[in-house]
C-alpha cells in the first residue's frame, strides 16, 4: 500500500473534509479558525462562492489548453485584468505553476537580459526549494540541506532585522546598505551582479517587514549599477500586507520584475512573473513555457479571485484587520516576558518567543501552537530557529474572528508559558 513520504511532516492535527470562509472543519464537523491559509493562498477565504462558481464553470468547457500551443480566453482575460493591478510599467506576464518555478524564470531573465551570472538575495529571505531557488533561499538550512551544490551565482547579504541585531530598524537598515556596498567590493562587483531579490517581508525567515528606506536603498543601487530589482511578492502579493502589493508600502520603490504565486488563484496551483514588454521580450527563444502554466481552469479562478479582492474590499480590509490583530497579540504579549517582538504587516502578524537572555525559545512557540490547535485555532511557525508563530487569517477575516483568535491565542500563550 502508498502511503505518504514519512517527511511530509504535518503541522495540527486537523485532517480536512471541507473548508469555509476562514474555517476548516474535521470529519465531525468541528471547525477550526484557519489562520494559516494554506501558507498565504486562499486570500479569497476556504471555497468563495464565485470562485468555485468560475472553476466549476470553465471544468466544464475546457479544463487544459496549453498555452504555448493554444490560446484560450481565460489566460488572455486574466492577463488584461493584471494590467489593472501589477505595478506601472510591468507590462507583460509568463505564467508558471509555483513559486519556486517563477523565481526561477525571474533569474533566468534577468541572466538573459544583463549577460550576468550573480543574483544577490538577503539572509532570511524564502524563494522555493527546487535547485535553484534553494540556492537563494536563507531562511533555514532545511530548505538546501544536502542539495548541494546548489546553483552558482548566489550571494547573500544581510536584511535589516533590527530585532534580531538589538539595533533601531534606522540603524539596522544603514548597516544592510553599507554592508551591500561591501559586499559589490569585495564578493560580487556590480559588472557581475544581474539582480538584487528580495522579500518586501520575509516570510519563513520570520515575518520580518522590510524597514523604511532598505527597499528605496536597492532601488537605487540597482538603478546607479544597472542591475535589476526582482520583487517576490509570493506571499505578500493580492492584498496580504493591506496593500495589494508589499512593496506599496514603501513609496515610489518600483520592482524591473516581480514574482506572484500563493493568493493569486485562490488555491488553484498558479504562478507568474511580470516585467515591462522590453525587458521580457530580451528572454531568449525557447527559454519559458512549460506544460501547465497559464492551465485554464487556474486562471478562471485567478480572474474570480481579482473579482472579489475587488468587489469586497479585501485589501483595505487586510489592512484594517491587520491592525487589529497586531495590537490584540501586541496586548497579549505584555503579560508574557517569553514573547521578545510581535511585529507585522497586514495581514501577516509574527509573535516570536525568547528566553530570559532573549535566546531563541522554538520549544515555548511549538506548545502554543499545538495549544492553539487544541483550541480551534491554526497556526504555524517560521524563522530560522522556528521560534516565531505566524499568523495569516484569509482576507475575508472580519472583526468577530479575529478577535475570537485572539481570545483562544490568549489561552494558548498562558498555557504554553505555565
Not at 23 to 40: K, M, Q, V, W
Not at 140 to 147: C, D, S, V
Not at 149 to 156: I, Q, R, S, T
Not at 313 to 323: C, K
Amino acid at each position: 500500500m502508498a502511503q505518504l513520504s514519512p517527511q511530509l511532516k504535518q503541522a495540527t492535527p486537523v485532517r480536512a473534509v471541507r473548508g469555509a470562509g476562514v474555517y476548516l472543519y474535521d470529519a465531525e464537523d468541528r471547525p477550526y479558525l484557519d489562520f494559516t491559509s494554506g501558507i498565504g493562498v486562499v486570500n479569497t477565504g476556504h471555497c468563495h462562492p464565485r470562485v468555485v462558481e468560475a472553476a466549476q464553470r470553465q471544468v466544464g468547457k475546457l479544463i487544459h489548453g496549453q498555452y504555448t500551443t493554444v490560446l484560450h480566453e481565460p489566460l488572455l482575460e486574466l492577463t488584461e485584468r493584471l494590467g489593472d493591478v501589477l505595478p506601472a510599467g510591468l507590462d507583460s506576464v509568463f505564467y508558471l505553476n509555483s513559486g519556486s518555478e517563477a523565481v526561477e524564470a525571474s533569474v533566468r531573465l534577468a541572466r538573459h537580459v544583463t549577460g550576468r551570472q550573480n543574483i544577490v538575495v538577503f539572509q532570511g529571505g524564502f524563494h522555493g526549494r527546487t535547485m535553484g531557488a534553494a540556492a537563494l533561499t536563507t531562511a533555514g538550512t532545511k530548505f538546501r540541506a544536502g542539495l548541494g551544490p546548489l546553483m552558482p551565482g548566489a550571494v547573500v547579504s544581510p536584511y535589516p532585522f533590527a530585532y534580531r541585531y538589538g539595533w533601531s530598524e534606522e540603524q539596522a537598515v544603514e548597516f544592510a546598505l553599507r554592508e551591500l556596498d561591501h559586499l559589490f567590493r569585495t564578493v560580487s562587483a556590480p559588472a557581475d551582479t544581474a539582480a538584487l531579490m528580495v522579500e518586501p517581508v520575509l516570510g519563513e525567515g520570520g515575518y520580518v517587514p522590510a524597514p523604511a528606506g532598505f527597499l528605496a536603498g536597492l532601488r537605487e543601487r540597482a538603478d546607479e549599477h544597472g542591475i535589476l530589482l526582482i520583487l517576490d511578492e509570493v506571499q505578500t502579493g493580492f492584498g496580504r500586507t493591506g496593500r495589494f502589493w508589499g512593496h506599496e508600502h514603501h513609496g515610489g520603490v518600483r520592482p524591473d520584475i516581480l514574482v506572484t504565486a500563493k493568493g493569486l488563484a485562490s488555491g488553484f496551483p498558479l504562478s507568474a512573473i511580470a516585467a515591462p514588454t522590453g525587458l521580457m521580450s530580451q528572454a531568449w527563444p525557447g527559454s519559458q513555457g512549460g506544460t501547465y502554466g497559464g492551465n485554464a481552469v487556474a486562471c478562471a479562478a485567478a480572474i474570480a479571485t481579482l473579482e472579489v479582492i475587488r468587489s469586497e474590499a479585501l485589501v483595505e480590509n487586510a489592512g484594517e484587520m491587520g491592525r487589529r490583530l497586531l495590537e490584540g497579540t501586541r496586548k497579549i504579549a505584555v503579560d508574557h516576558a517569553t514573547i521578545g517582538d510581535v511585529r507585522g504587516l497586514g495581514l501577516m502578524i509574527g509573535v516570536e518567543f525568547t528566553g530570559a537572555d532573549g535566546e531563541p525559545r522554538p520549544d515555548l512557540a511549538q506548545r502554543a501552537h499545538q495549544e492553539a490547535a487544541d483550541r480551534g485555532l491554526l497556526l504555524l511557525t517560521c524563522g530560522a530557529h522556528g521560534n516565531t508563530v505566524r499568523m495569516i487569517p484569509p482576507l475575508v477575516v472580519n472583526a468577530e474572528q479575529v478577535d475570537d483568535a485572539l481570545g483562544r491565542w490568549e489561552e494558548a500563550v498562558r498555557a504554553a508559558t505555565a
